[in-house]
T-cell receptor
């Protein structure tokens, strides 16, 4: 059972468009992280959110943690070809015996066309 | 700082061969882990360690062994390679419940 559902699975847009990708669960997470992975490389941490309702901005990327800490979204404004990659969300499951193990979504594969 | 380093970057094995994937980090992180990434399956945890001398199994540990003799190093051993172990392997490290820092990966093919 996949505890973290990411949508959409694939997204292809033109440069300059805005987009939002989602990470949803029926479980509560103590924290949630977003990563970007480029082809042939390991995932790179973008942000960690820990408080329900928290919003963090990283240049043109805006991350939000849901009030109930069961979901998160990533919004990209004016997408650029350099934003192309696989976006992964991962969370530490609240009440887990060992909360250092991350639960991973399958990712959203984003292609930004020039 | 080099971050997390992995060697080799590419490897081809024959069924039944053994090998060790090396992983090292220079950030003094207590937590290290090994994942495999396969199309449609996402990242799956193989083994992890919460400190030197302490290791535990993840969700897909069969066919792999690990040890953690120092804070810096966390090698992954394939005991008898099988085609099902063809995958991309990532090592990662972090502080307690913190974001993971990943290595560049090892692309393994088992024939």
């Amino acid at each position: 059972t996949q505890l973290l559902e990411q949508s959409p699975q694939f997204l292809s847009i033109q440069e300059g468009e805005n987009l939002t990708v989602y990470c949803n669960s029926s479980s509560v997470f103590s924290s949630l992280q977003w990563y970007r992975q480029e082809p042939g490389e390991g995932p790179v941490l973008l942000v960690t959110v820990v408080t329900g309702g928290e919003v963090k901005k990283l240049k043109r990327l805006t991350f939000q943690f849901g009030d109930a800490r069961k979901d998160s979204s990533l919004h990209i404004t004016a997408a650029q070809p350099g934003d192309t990659g696989l976006y992964l969300c991962a969370g530490h499951y609240k009440n887990a015996g060992n909360n250092r193990k991350l639960i991973w979504g399958l990712g959203t594969s984003l292609a930004v066309n020039p | 700082n080099a971050g997390v380093t992995q060697t080799p970057k590419f490897q081809v094995l024959k069924t039944g061969q053994s090998m060790t994937l090396q992983c090292a980090q220079d950030m003094n992180h207590e937590y290290m882990s090994w994942y495999r990434q396969d199309p449609g399956m996402g990242l799956r945890l193989i083994h992890y360690s919460v400190g030197a001398g302490i290791t535990d199994q993840g969700e897909v540990p069969n066919g792999y062994n690990v040890s953690r003799s120092t804070t810096e190093d966390f090698p992954l051993r394939l005991l008898s390679a099988a085609p099902s172990q063809t995958s991309v392997y990532f090592c990662a490290s972090s502080y307690w419940a913190g974001g993971h820092f990943f290595g560049p990966g090892t692309r393994l093919t088992v024939l």
